[in-house]
Protein backbone atom coordinates (compact mmCIF):
# COMPACT_ATOMS: atom_id res chain seq x y z
CA UNK A 1 0.00 0.00 0.00
CA UNK A 2 1.48 3.06 -0.88
CA UNK A 3 0.82 6.06 1.74
CA UNK A 4 0.69 9.82 0.29
CA UNK A 5 0.60 12.15 3.28
CA UNK A 6 -1.12 15.93 1.79
CA UNK A 7 -0.64 18.80 3.68
CA UNK A 8 -4.41 19.83 3.06
CA UNK A 9 -7.51 18.42 1.53
CA UNK A 10 -6.84 20.64 -1.39
CA UNK A 11 -3.66 18.85 -1.86
CA UNK A 12 -5.41 15.41 -1.58
CA UNK A 13 -7.25 16.41 -4.15
CA UNK A 14 -4.54 17.02 -6.16
CA UNK A 15 -2.37 14.31 -5.84
CA UNK A 16 -5.54 12.32 -6.63
CA UNK A 17 -5.83 13.78 -9.79
CA UNK A 18 -2.85 13.47 -11.16
CA UNK A 19 -3.09 9.50 -10.39
CA UNK A 20 -6.07 10.18 -12.54
CA UNK A 21 -4.81 11.93 -15.24
CA UNK A 22 -1.84 10.24 -15.59
CA UNK A 23 -4.10 7.26 -16.58
CA UNK A 24 -6.26 9.21 -18.91
CA UNK A 25 -3.54 10.75 -21.19
CA UNK A 26 -2.78 6.73 -22.08
CA UNK A 27 -5.70 6.14 -23.45
CA UNK A 28 -9.07 4.64 -23.62
CA UNK A 29 -10.07 3.96 -19.54
CA UNK A 30 -12.11 2.38 -17.34
CA UNK A 31 -12.82 4.89 -14.01
CA UNK A 32 -15.11 3.76 -10.93
CA UNK A 33 -16.41 6.25 -9.08
CA UNK A 34 -17.38 6.74 -5.46
CA UNK A 35 -19.77 9.37 -4.15
CA UNK A 36 -19.85 11.68 -1.09
CA UNK A 37 -17.52 14.32 0.45
CA UNK A 38 -14.29 12.57 0.38
CA UNK A 39 -13.51 12.34 -3.43
CA UNK A 40 -15.14 16.17 -3.78
CA UNK A 41 -12.09 17.57 -4.06
CA UNK A 42 -10.81 15.62 -6.57
CA UNK A 43 -13.29 15.63 -8.60
CA UNK A 44 -13.25 19.15 -8.83
CA UNK A 45 -9.93 19.45 -9.02
CA UNK A 46 -10.40 17.05 -12.58
CA UNK A 47 -13.31 19.49 -13.59
CA UNK A 48 -11.00 22.31 -13.18
CA UNK A 49 -8.10 19.99 -15.40
CA UNK A 50 -10.70 19.76 -18.16
CA UNK A 51 -11.60 23.68 -18.41
CA UNK A 52 -8.49 24.64 -18.35
CA UNK A 53 -6.00 22.02 -19.42
CA UNK A 54 -8.13 20.61 -22.07
CA UNK A 55 -8.13 16.90 -20.02
CA UNK A 56 -10.76 14.88 -21.71
CA UNK A 57 -13.10 12.12 -20.71
CA UNK A 58 -14.06 11.32 -24.19
CA UNK A 59 -12.50 8.15 -23.64
CA UNK A 60 -13.68 7.36 -20.59
CA UNK A 61 -16.18 4.03 -19.16
CA UNK A 62 -17.40 4.94 -15.67
CA UNK A 63 -18.77 2.69 -13.41
CA UNK A 64 -20.73 4.18 -10.07
CA UNK A 65 -19.19 2.22 -6.83
CA UNK A 66 -22.65 1.93 -5.00
CA UNK A 67 -26.87 2.90 -5.29
CA UNK A 68 -29.49 3.13 -2.47
CA UNK A 69 -32.07 0.59 -3.23
CA UNK A 70 -35.46 1.70 -3.68
CA UNK A 71 -34.35 5.17 -5.71
CA UNK A 72 -35.06 5.90 -9.20
CA UNK A 73 -32.29 7.42 -11.04
CA UNK A 74 -33.48 11.03 -11.10
CA UNK A 75 -33.37 10.86 -7.42
CA UNK A 76 -32.63 14.32 -6.14
CA UNK A 77 -30.27 11.84 -3.40
CA UNK A 78 -29.39 8.83 -5.96
CA UNK A 79 -25.86 8.23 -6.55
CA UNK A 80 -26.42 8.74 -10.39
CA UNK A 81 -28.02 12.05 -9.69
CA UNK A 82 -24.92 13.05 -6.80
CA UNK A 83 -22.42 11.99 -9.15
CA UNK A 84 -23.75 13.58 -12.03
CA UNK A 85 -24.40 16.92 -10.13
CA UNK A 86 -20.91 16.76 -8.70
CA UNK A 87 -18.61 15.02 -11.71
CA UNK A 88 -19.88 14.01 -14.90
CA UNK A 89 -22.23 16.96 -15.76
CA UNK A 90 -19.08 19.34 -15.71
CA UNK A 91 -17.12 17.28 -17.76
CA UNK A 92 -16.91 15.54 -21.60
CA UNK A 93 -17.92 11.58 -20.72
CA UNK A 94 -20.61 11.01 -22.77
CA UNK A 95 -23.57 10.01 -20.81
CA UNK A 96 -24.32 6.59 -22.01
CA UNK A 97 -20.49 5.80 -20.63
CA UNK A 98 -21.96 6.24 -17.01
CA UNK A 99 -22.77 3.20 -15.84
CA UNK A 100 -24.74 2.36 -12.45
CA UNK A 101 -26.87 0.24 -11.12
CA UNK A 102 -30.26 0.93 -11.15
CA UNK A 103 -31.59 1.37 -7.37
CA UNK A 104 -35.23 1.02 -8.92
CA UNK A 105 -34.75 -2.72 -10.54
CA UNK A 106 -37.76 -5.02 -10.34
CA UNK A 107 -35.37 -7.42 -9.43
CA UNK A 108 -32.42 -6.62 -7.43
CA UNK A 109 -30.58 -9.65 -7.22
CA UNK A 110 -30.23 -9.90 -11.38
CA UNK A 111 -29.18 -5.60 -11.40
CA UNK A 112 -26.48 -6.55 -9.21
CA UNK A 113 -25.20 -9.87 -11.04
CA UNK A 114 -26.15 -7.88 -14.49
CA UNK A 115 -23.76 -4.99 -13.38
CA UNK A 116 -20.61 -7.01 -11.86
CA UNK A 117 -20.81 -8.77 -15.34
CA UNK A 118 -20.66 -4.95 -17.00
CA UNK A 119 -17.44 -4.38 -15.08
CA UNK A 120 -15.86 -7.66 -16.19
CA UNK A 121 -17.00 -6.93 -19.82
CA UNK A 122 -15.62 -3.39 -20.00
CA UNK A 123 -12.21 -5.29 -19.39
CA UNK A 124 -11.89 -4.31 -15.37
CA UNK A 125 -11.28 -1.25 -13.87
CA UNK A 126 -8.40 0.65 -14.27
CA UNK A 127 -8.69 2.58 -11.76
CA UNK A 128 -11.21 2.89 -8.42
CA UNK A 129 -11.92 6.01 -6.69
CA UNK A 130 -12.88 4.99 -2.97
CA UNK A 131 -13.80 7.05 0.15
CA UNK A 132 -13.49 5.26 3.22
CA UNK A 133 -16.47 5.43 5.77
CA UNK A 134 -15.83 6.11 9.42
CA UNK A 135 -16.68 2.02 9.87
CA UNK A 136 -14.35 1.22 7.61
CA UNK A 137 -16.47 0.42 4.67
CA UNK A 138 -15.28 1.07 1.46
CA UNK A 139 -18.40 0.97 -1.25
CA UNK A 140 -21.15 0.12 1.13
CA UNK A 141 -19.34 -3.12 2.14
CA UNK A 142 -20.27 -2.91 5.68
CA UNK A 143 -18.25 -4.61 8.60
CA UNK A 144 -18.30 -8.35 8.16
CA UNK A 145 -18.65 -8.26 4.36
CA UNK A 146 -16.45 -11.29 2.69
CA UNK A 147 -13.37 -10.20 1.53
CA UNK A 148 -13.88 -11.88 -1.47
CA UNK A 149 -17.65 -10.51 -2.25
CA UNK A 150 -19.33 -9.59 -6.24
CA UNK A 151 -21.64 -6.98 -6.43
CA UNK A 152 -24.83 -7.71 -4.75
CA UNK A 153 -27.39 -6.20 -2.51
CA UNK A 154 -26.59 -5.26 0.94
CA UNK A 155 -28.08 -3.89 4.35
CA UNK A 156 -26.88 -0.68 5.05
CA UNK A 157 -25.33 -0.37 8.74
CA UNK A 158 -27.07 1.87 11.68
CA UNK A 159 -23.82 4.11 11.48
CA UNK A 160 -23.79 4.39 8.16
CA UNK A 161 -27.30 5.75 8.28
CA UNK A 162 -27.21 8.21 10.75
CA UNK A 163 -24.31 9.51 9.02
CA UNK A 164 -25.81 10.11 5.26
CA UNK A 165 -29.45 10.79 7.95
CA UNK A 166 -29.01 14.86 7.13
CA UNK A 167 -29.50 14.21 3.18
CA UNK A 168 -32.82 12.70 3.48
CA UNK A 169 -36.08 14.41 4.67
CA UNK A 170 -36.98 13.43 8.07
CA UNK A 171 -33.66 10.74 7.94
CA UNK A 172 -35.59 8.23 6.17
CA UNK A 173 -32.14 6.63 4.88
CA UNK A 174 -32.85 3.42 2.32
CA UNK A 175 -31.98 0.44 4.49
CA UNK A 176 -30.81 -1.27 1.29
CA UNK A 177 -28.15 -0.53 -1.31
CA UNK A 178 -26.38 -2.29 -4.07
CA UNK A 179 -22.76 -2.42 -4.27
CA UNK A 180 -19.48 -3.58 -5.61
CA UNK A 181 -18.51 -6.16 -3.73
CA UNK A 182 -14.97 -6.09 -1.83
CA UNK A 183 -13.48 -8.68 -4.72
CA UNK A 184 -14.83 -6.44 -7.44
CA UNK A 185 -12.95 -4.01 -6.08
CA UNK A 186 -9.55 -5.36 -5.86
CA UNK A 187 -9.96 -6.80 -9.20
CA UNK A 188 -9.64 -2.82 -10.02
CA UNK A 189 -6.08 -2.40 -11.59
CA UNK A 190 -5.46 0.49 -9.22
CA UNK A 191 -7.25 1.74 -5.95
CA UNK A 192 -6.55 4.92 -5.24
CA UNK A 193 -8.73 5.96 -1.65
CA UNK A 194 -8.83 9.18 -0.23
CA UNK A 195 -9.69 10.37 2.92
CA UNK A 196 -10.13 13.96 4.96
CA UNK A 197 -10.43 14.47 8.70
CA UNK A 198 -9.94 13.26 12.02
CA UNK A 199 -13.51 11.20 12.14
CA UNK A 200 -11.85 9.33 9.59
CA UNK A 201 -8.09 8.52 11.72
CA UNK A 202 -9.61 5.08 13.18
CA UNK A 203 -10.56 3.81 10.33
CA UNK A 204 -7.53 4.62 8.34
CA UNK A 205 -5.27 3.29 11.16
CA UNK A 206 -7.56 -0.24 11.27
CA UNK A 207 -7.50 -0.44 7.22
CA UNK A 208 -3.38 0.52 6.78
CA UNK A 209 -2.08 -1.04 9.69
CA UNK A 210 -4.52 -3.51 10.98
CA UNK A 211 -5.05 -7.31 10.57
CA UNK A 212 -6.93 -8.06 7.12
CA UNK A 213 -10.44 -8.42 8.45
CA UNK A 214 -14.30 -8.34 7.38
CA UNK A 215 -14.76 -6.18 10.44
CA UNK A 216 -12.36 -3.26 9.16
CA UNK A 217 -13.87 -3.94 5.20
CA UNK A 218 -11.23 -1.27 3.40
CA UNK A 219 -8.08 -3.57 5.01
CA UNK A 220 -8.74 -5.61 1.89
CA UNK A 221 -6.44 -2.78 0.20
CA UNK A 222 -3.92 -4.34 1.89
CA UNK A 223 -4.41 -7.41 -0.86
CA UNK A 224 -4.42 -5.41 -3.45
CA UNK A 225 -1.31 -5.03 -5.47
CA UNK A 226 -1.71 -1.55 -6.41
CA UNK A 227 -3.09 1.03 -3.90
CA UNK A 228 -2.83 4.40 -2.91
CA UNK A 229 -3.99 6.02 -0.04
CA UNK A 230 -3.95 9.68 0.18
CA UNK A 231 -4.18 11.39 3.18
CA UNK A 232 -4.66 14.59 4.66
CA UNK A 233 -3.19 15.58 8.35
CA UNK A 234 -6.45 14.91 10.22
CA UNK A 235 -7.20 11.32 8.79
CA UNK A 236 -3.33 10.41 9.55
CA UNK A 237 -3.22 11.12 12.58
CA UNK A 238 -3.45 8.17 14.19
CA UNK A 239 -1.10 5.91 11.99
CA UNK A 240 1.69 4.78 13.48
CA UNK A 241 4.48 4.66 11.05
CA UNK A 242 3.89 8.30 9.82
CA UNK A 243 7.81 8.82 9.70
CA UNK A 244 7.78 6.00 7.26
CA UNK A 245 5.71 6.86 4.88
CA UNK A 246 7.29 10.15 4.85
CA UNK A 247 10.56 8.73 3.98
CA UNK A 248 9.36 6.22 1.54
CA UNK A 249 7.15 9.32 -0.01
CA UNK A 250 10.52 11.66 -0.09
CA UNK A 251 12.23 8.97 -1.91
CA UNK A 252 9.53 7.91 -4.25
CA UNK A 253 9.29 11.68 -5.06
CA UNK A 254 12.55 11.43 -6.22
CA UNK A 255 12.45 8.41 -8.51
C1 LIG B 1 -19.80 6.28 -1.71
C2 LIG B 1 -19.16 5.20 -1.00
C3 LIG B 1 -18.83 5.27 0.44
C4 LIG B 1 -18.18 6.58 0.85
C5 LIG B 1 -17.94 6.61 2.35
C6 LIG B 1 -17.34 7.93 2.80
O1 LIG B 1 -19.97 5.95 -3.08
O2 LIG B 1 -18.91 4.22 -1.62
O3 LIG B 1 -17.97 4.21 0.78
O4 LIG B 1 -16.96 6.72 0.16
O5 LIG B 1 -19.15 6.43 3.01
O6 LIG B 1 -18.26 8.94 2.58
P1 LIG B 1 -17.81 10.45 2.69
O7 LIG B 1 -16.74 10.64 1.67
O8 LIG B 1 -19.03 11.25 2.37
O9 LIG B 1 -17.29 10.63 4.07
Redesign the pocket.
Known sequence: MQIILCDSPEQVGARAADVVEARLRQGPTVLG????????GTYRELIRRHRDESLSFNQVTAF???EYAGLKPGHEQS?YS??RREFVDHIDLPLEQLLTPRGDAADLVDEANWYDAAIVSAGGIDIQI?????NG?????EPTSSLASRTRVKTLSGV?RA??AGFFPKGEVPRLCL??GLGTIRDAKQAVL????E??ADAVRSMVEGPVSAYCPASVLQLHRRAVVILDPGAASKLTLLDYYREAQELSDQL
Open positions: LATGSSPATLDYTILGIGAHIGFNTDNTQVALGNK
